[in-house]
């Protein structure tokens, strides 16, 4: 008996050192103080691709285990693949927090990895969200299952020297001044005439025209057109609908004005005037034009221009219970207090995913560079039928997800290199609809 | 007498079998055991996310992806641009691994230098080969491909859309993994070339055979076997393409890159459809064998140690 507790306590003492070298060679984990206090522990993992991102995650969490010393204590786990790492591991031995892409929160929820945050977060914290990542958040029961820190902006940035220089005076600065899909097109034509290399726009052609890209940068061409990807789980007749279908033939038109970026700086090279990217280059753009740049909705297919929106989240495993519930929800607070937020889009330049945080930001206050971004946000269409009196459009909350942004992907990559479009929506959307019916509408 | 043989034989037996224990235990935990599953989730509705558990399909996956009219059509054409790939490839990364191993056989100084040189890009991962190639590739003006057609042809090629081309795309893949590929074969020719005894040479040369004589008529019978498993190896290399097109086309344009082996990974990986993903693998599988059974049929292999 004496020599098993022994043994107990020596393998106690030997995984309690591992765990200290582990955290320590790994570089990931933020070390832990003496354990020897009650705190309740919670483990974290965190989405952690991009340098300010990783530094913000182990800020906040070393922040989070200063402020509750004693009571509680987070562990940090840096996850490249986030998507990967989620899907194959089973929701037992999920983490009690993580962060995950946005878009597949309907997946998580279906498959029983994410928790109800209903009740547990306090609605001042929800109510205080951008309506737009809320929509994003909130599963098709009418429940919130995430929190976000922060929100994407997408739309076009523009030289104002080159369009002037191209005689184009009607640059539109707020959303419900978009050009029209037909000006937009003289607008590329004008550019491109003054242009050496004879090109107009960067689309981003190099972050690659197949499933991916597409499913954020693209889906508001459907949605400019009056539509949805999937309009109460159908596809067909939404996707494949004949204004969706003459919205994109005219996007396949712009071809011969798009530089393909390969060396991904056709706009601050000034090989083109015009760039239909998101808030992530604006450092970039803003280094390399100054006060040169402009920043524009993007155009308008029929139904007002729409955008996109929605970004990384942070949300609760499922079975995740009793104390380390209470940690866990504890620890949301933490990170959606201001300090936190702007801690962290300060670093990846980001939309501020509260509405005090975006308020206390230089670039997406109101008369800041970035205003747009707020303004579009502030106007998300959520899940109804996109019109005119909204701007942006959540990636579609459905366990489909992933099916729906491969085929629509593939559908614009077959488009963009000259193929059918009516044939290629209507194809993308069976499957669509295919992977409903065999999951009995999820 | 015949009792000792035979005991002596059993104990040969048996150490045969420890030693191939290793390898035989990592090919049933790697091989036999995950296609034994893979046939079995076929025959399944099942994919990771699932919450009520996999439905008996029957042979459902297999109707759809073989012979359902929407479906269907992308797995032939992702088959035949495996077939077409590796017609392409095969030939030429055979012949241009014997021209380069012939080419680098003397013994001039520094040839270490040009064997490590060709054999490089084996040795740099595909993804990195691929993100360097997307740069050369890309349609513009700009990209070195384009740049260097135009320089040479006085302006008069105009700038190819290497990935984008329906026409072009596969090729372009092709282009890529034979120079990516290449030192892999031309290394294993290499030895096959240093195993042909010199007096063979010296034989030909005292009955006046000229150089492209003695290639024809002593180099390449004496690199008969090695020839065969390149062309094998070659073969079921080409028919794996995945990672080239994962970066570079994700199958496009117009499905002009889709492969067999991009389309399990996807089905499996990106939409978490297992069940489709293991039919996929099934099928493929099969056609791997056949054509592989086919090759040693027709290349019989020369077991005689001369």
Redo the contacts between chains.
């Keep these: 008996m004496k020599l098993r507790k022994v043994i107990r306590l020596k393998l106690k003492q030997i995984s309690a050192v591992a765990g200290a070298i582990a955290a320590l060679t790994l570089g990931l984990g933020v070390v832990a103080p003496a354990q020897a206090s009650g705190a309740q522990e919670i483990t974290v993992w965190a989405m952690c691709s991009e340098a300010g991102e990783i530094a913000a995650a182990r800020e906040q969490v070393a922040g989070f285990n200063g402020y509750y010393e004693g009571d509680y204590h987070a562990t940090l786990s840096c996850k490249a693949d986030m998507g990967t790492a989620i899907k194959s591991t089973s929701a037992d031995a999920l983490p009690s927090v993580f962060e995950f892409d946005g878009e597949n929160l309907a997946a998580y929820v279906y498959a029983q990895k994410l928790k109800q945050l209903d009740g547990l977060v306090p609605a001042s914290v929800f109510n205080n969200e951008l309506v737009s990542i809320r929509a994003e958040g909130t599963y098709k029961d009418g429940h919130s299952y995430s929190v976000s820190q922060y929100d994407s902006g997408l739309g076009l940035y523009g030289s104002k020297k080159k369009l002037a220089a191209a005689g184009i005076k009607d640059v539109p600065t707020t959303w419900s001044k978009a050009w029209t899909s037909s000006r937009f097109t003289q607008v590329l034509a004008a550019l491109a005439a003054k242009a050496p290399g004879k090109k107009a726009i960067d689309i981003k052609e190099n972050y690659g025209m197949g499933p991916g890209w597409p499913g954020y940068a693209f889906t508001p061409i459907v949605n400019s057109a009056g539509f949805q990807l999937v309009t109460n789980g159908k596809a067909v007749g939404s996707l494949d609908n004949a204004k969706v279908v003459s919205a994109f033939k005219t996007f396949a038109s712009w071809k011969k004005y798009v530089d393909p970026s390969a060396d991904d700086k056709a706009f601050e090279n000034g090989r083109v005037g015009l760039a239909w990217v998101g808030h992530w280059q604006y450092p970039a753009f803003s280094k390399a034009l100054g006060k040169d740049l402009v920043v524009l909705p993007l155009p308008n297919f029929g139904a007002g221009t729409k955008s996109g929106q929605g970004s990384h989240s942070w949300g609760i495993s499922k079975n995740t219970a009793g104390s380390e519930l209470a940690a866990a929800n504890v620890f949301l607070q933490y990170i959606m207090q201001d300090k936190w937020i702007l801690n962290v889009t300060d670093q990846n330049g980001a939309v501020p995913a509260t509405k005090t945080a975006l308020n206390k930001s230089v670039n997406y206050r109101k008369g800041g560079a970035l205003q747009l971004y707020g303004d579009q946000l502030a106007a998300s269409c959520g899940t109804a039928k996109p019109t005119t009196k909204c701007v942006t459009v959540p990636r579609t909350i459905s366990a489909a997800w992933p099916v729906i942004n491969t085929a629509f992907g593939t559908a614009v990559q077959t488009i963009w290199n000259g193929g059918n479009a009516q044939t290629a929506l209507h194809t993308a959307a069976l499957t669509i609809d295919q992977d409903y019916a065999d999951h009995n509408g999820y | 007498m015949a009792k000792t043989k035979k005991s002596k034989f059993g104990q040969d037996n048996l150490a045969g079998l420890l030693m191939s224990l290793p390898g035989l235990i990592l090919l049933t935990l790697f091989v036999i055991v995950p296609f034994v599953t893979a046939i079995y989730l076929s025959f399944f509705?099942v994919d990771?996310?699932?919450?009520e558990g996999p439905q008996f399909w029957g042979l459902e996956q297999y109707r759809r992806i073989l012979v359902d009219p929407?479906?269907s059509p992308v797995f032939y054409k992702a088959l035949m641009n495996n077939l077409t790939f590796a017609l392409i490839v095969v030939p030429a990364q055979t012949g241009l691994a014997v021209l380069l191993a012939v080419m680098l056989n003397t013994k001039l100084k520094g040839i270490a230098f040009f064997r490590t040189f060709f054999f490089m890009p084996v040795v740099f991962p595909m993804s990195l080969v691929a993100i360097i190639w997307?740069?050369m590739f890309?349609?513009?003006?700009?990209?070195m491909l384009n740049g260097l057609l135009n320089l040479f042809s006085f302006g008069y090629i105009q700038p190819i859309?290497w990935l984008?081309?329906?026409n072009i795309a596969l090729l372009s893949i092709a282009l890529l993994s034979v120079w990516a590929g290449v030192g892999f074969q031309m290394v294993i020719v290499l030895a096959g070339l240093q195993e042909i005894p010199v007096e063979l040479y010296e034989a030909a040369s005292l009955d006046r055979a000229n150089r492209w004589q003695r290639f024809w008529n002593v180099t390449i019978p004496g690199l008969r076997n090695t020839l065969i498993f390149v062309v094998i190896i070659t073969t079921i290399f080409s028919l794996r393409l995945f990672d080239q097109v994962f970066i570079l086309?994700?199958?496009?344009?117009?499905?002009a890159t889709q492969t067999v082996m991009f389309q399990a990974v996807?089905s499996a990986?990106?939409?978490?459809?297992v069940g489709r993903a293991s039919a996929i693998t099934v099928i493929f599988v099969l056609i791997i064998i056949a054509i592989t059974l086919l090759q040693r049929l027709v290349l019989r292999q020369n077991r005689e140690v001369k």
């Design positions: 509705n990771f996310n699932m919450v929407i479906t997307a740069l890309s349609r513009d003006s700009l990209g859309d984008g081309d329906p086309t994700k199958g496009g344009p117009i499905d996807t990986f990106v939409e978490g459809n």
